[in-house]
């Protein structure tokens, strides 16, 4: 059952960062890289914050150097390179938790942060803090995009539940 609801989370996470992402899209380029009074300071960086997050904890489940210094994606990346790797991203955390077993789902794991320290979570908990981890910072960009004038579908999990997940 646990695993059931961490599945559809995956999913729910997947349909949510694809909707952010397609109203971003529509913006022109320099709405989406000027800085802002926001957290990350621009469009682009909130969002290649969460990219970030999500691809140095698929690291640790994978049990492997992520290659990042910082929690947030190279100022170089474009918006269209972002939304590839957020895409893939997904799709990954989707795959893995449709694989992940309950005993792997307890098992714990030891990896570095990049703040210095060591973490220790469970593979399932892992996926938890990825998903509330991009709620977290869609609502930042949400808020930005709203401060723009910007229609922004409702991202809830009961709209995912209702159009999406009980089809």
């Known amino acids: 059952m646990v695993l059931r609801n961490e599945r559809m989370l995956a999913r729910y996470t997947q349909w ?14 320099e709405d989406i890289v000027k800085t802002r009074d926001m957290t990350f300071g621009t469009l682009l960086r909130a969002l290649g914050h969460g990219y970030a997050v999500g691809a140095i904890f698929k690291a640790h489940l994978e049990q ?3 290659g990042f210094t910082a929690r947030h994606i190279p100022d170089e990346t474009t918006f269209h390179e972002l939304r590839v790797m957020q895409r893939e991203l997904d799709a990954w955390y989707a795959s893995w938790i449709d694989r992940l077993s309950e005993v792997e789902a ?6 570095p942060y990049i703040g210095g320290g060591e973490g220790v979570m ?10 509330n981890h991009y709620t977290f910072h869609r609502g930042f960009v949400v808020e930005t995009l ?11 999990i ?10």
């Open 158 to 167: 009961t709209v995912y539940l209702r159009d999406h997940a009980r089809q």
């Open 16 to 29: 949510a960062n694809e909707v952010i992402y397609e109203v971003v899209a529509g913006l022109p380029q």
């Open 64 to 66: 492997r150097d992520h």
């Open 146 to 156: 709203r401060g723009l004038r910007q229609a922004v579908p409702a991202t809830d």
């Open 122 to 131: 469970t593979r399932g908990e892992i996926g938890l803090h990825v998903v």
């Open 106 to 111: 307890a098992q714990p794991l030891r990896f």
